[in-house]
């Protein structure tokens, strides 16, 4: 989000576009009518919605069954455990969530969105019995209770954020970008671009309020969107949005803190007639192997390597995006294919990941409007 990433193209909240929404049907469970992907869009600049499409078993090719137009600027989605229930954030002035119930014909809206207490919320995660969304605008985090069959219910518990950075056009004030679980469960990371920062939070099991544990200051004007935690648990990675950087942290579960400790660029700086660079999203392996970084701007997906413990990342190469504007980047999985959900040209591209080199190469691609985020059951 912010000026690089929304560029005045489209306004905060807008009215529905592309299809109406999905009809109820009986819910099935993923093995017995194959795996799905959900694709989320900006309903305000002719997104439709969320998509729901299936998953070939041998190319990975999307086939697009359904959409609903239910919620405003899905933008972000996450499953549940089992894939019993869908979430996405609506990236909108008035910041909310919806619930969706998978059926064999699509998504069914579970109630009314949740208002979040907070605008232009960007990204969300599961976190015990709660959901926790970063939102972007107002430069804080929200927490919303889960009942047993899967709604989030409000009030929102809300942690706002504090400071600037020295980039003017980007950083007057905070704007968490994402938040996210720590492999232990015992804490909640938020990323924020605004602050130049990562902080630490305990959540609270009963009342889903967060708490500031500790916070690491990243280099300033680097602006951090999103992070992604190394399997082997002792490393995380951030990747900056207004330099095209990714940086190597420790991290000790056990104390809650990032310790930035090393540099890596993702794409080139830049130079005469260059397009800049603004990185969005960072995928890792499973088995610790690669990392991935989508770069719009110059519109590529930079393939990382991570010998050893993963501390010493090595750029080995990029590769057309296939569109334009990759915001967002999902591994299929089975950790053979990446998905690359282009916004502005509006369509999903997948990228068969050779096993020994971790370079992706095109192997189709889908039209999705307006598309955002990629996620699989």
């Not at 969320?50 to 405003?72: E, K, M, N």
Request: aromatic letters at 4%; charged letters at 15%.
């Amino acid at each position: 989000m912010g000026s690089a990433d929304r560029g005045g193209e489209r306004a905060d909240a807008g009215g529905h576009g592309g299809a109406g929404g999905t009809a109820a049907g009986p819910a099935e469970p993923g093995p017995a009518r194959g795996r799905r992907a959900y694709v989320g869009s900006f309903t305000s600049t002719g997104g439709r919605g969320i998509t729901t499409a299936t998953v070939d078993p041998v190319s990975g090719a999307l086939t697009p069954i359904a959409t609903t137009d239910a919620l405003d600027d899905p933008s972000y989605l996450v499953l549940g455990a089992g894939a019993a229930t869908l979430y996405a954030v609506s990236e909108t002035k008035r910041g909310a969530v919806g619930a969706f119930r998978p059926t064999a014909a699509g998504l069914v809206p579970l109630g009314s969105p949740v208002v979040v207490d907070a605008s232009g919320p960007t990204h969300l995660s599961l976190a015990g019995d709660h959901l926790v969304t970063a939102n972007y605008t107002s430069g804080s985090v929200s927490t919303l209770a889960r009942a047993a069959d899967g709604r989030p219910s409000g009030p929102a518990s809300v942690l706002r954020h504090h400071g600037s950075g020295p980039d003017v056009d980007r950083q007057r004030e905070p704007h968490a970008h994402q938040v996210l679980p720590d492999p232990s469960g015992r804490w909640v990371l938020s990323v924020d671009l605004g602050t130049d920062s990562v902080r630490v939070c305990a959540l609270d099991p009963a009342t889903g309020a967060l708490r500031v544990h500790s916070e690491a200051a990243l280099t300033p004007g680097h602006g951090p969107r999103h992070l992604a935690f190394h399997p082997g648990g002792a490393l995380l990675y951030v990747l900056n949005e207004l330099r095209p950087l990714l940086t190597v942290c420790r991290w000790d579960a056990t104390a809650g803190t990032v310790e930035p400790v090393a540099e890596v660029p993702v794409a080139p700086e830049g130079g005469s007639g260059a397009a800049r660079a603004y990185p969005s999203a960072v995928v890792v392996s499973p088995d610790g192997r690669f990392l991935w970084a989508a770069v719009r701007g110059i519109d590529v997906i930079a393939a990382v390597a991570l010998p050893g413990d993963g501390a010493h990342p090595q750029l080995t190469g990029s590769v057309s995006c296939g569109g334009r504007w990759p915001r967002d980047l999902a591994l299929d999985p089975a950790a053979r294919r990446l998905y690359a959900a282009n916004e502005h040209s509006g369509d999903v591209t997948w990228f068969d990941v050779d096993p020994l080199t971790g370079l992706p190469r095109r192997a189709g691609s889908v039209p999705v409007p307006a598309a955002t985020c990629v996620v699989f059951d």
